[in-house]
């Protein structure tokens, strides 16, 4: 039908409809972090502070771009949480219809890596094996 467009999900904080991409991307992230700032910390996805500088789109790729926190070494220690975390951002953005890929920089530049396991220098798609419950990450 025609109508079902209007509904809303329940316990959908964010109204996404008829945003562009850019400003859903920007939205679900900015809940990323403010869940995660609020996580214990071994729970967080981003270091605290992290902020959200902008969104770009290209294409299907979705361009995040952080402040400096967000490239605390200490916080990318351990490489499987280095992956859950990057890929927690890349999997929410990957959802909005339209995203591929995700490019993440720090403040403008581009970044190797933020804990040396997961490459950022090209985008990243989607990762189905985090989605599976006793899968962590990996694939090589």
């Known amino acids: 039908g025609d109508h079902d467009r209007a509904d809303e999900k329940p316990g959908e904080p964010v109204d996404l409809q008829g945003t562009k991409p850019v400003e859903r991307a920007k939205a679900l992230i900015e809940a990323l972090i403010r869940r995660s700032d609020t996580s214990e910390a071994d729970r967080r996805v981003v ?3 992290t902020e959200l500088l902008g969104v770009t789109t290209e294409g299907d790729t979705v361009t995040l771009n952080f402040n400096s926190v967000m490239n ?7 490489s499987e949480h280095e992956y859950l975390a ?8 990957t959802q909005v219809p339209g995203v591929k890929s995700v490019l993440i920089r720090i403040e403008d530049q581009e970044v190797e890596s933020l804990g040396g396991h997961v490459m950022l220098d090209e985008p990243l798609e989607k990762d189905e094996t985090i989605m599976k419950p006793g899968k962590t990450g990996g694939r090589r």
């Open 47 to 49: 270091p605290l502070g």
């Open 72 to 78: 605390t070494p200490e916080f990318w220690s351990g």
């Open 86 to 93: 990057v890929y927690a951002i890349v999997n929410t953005v």
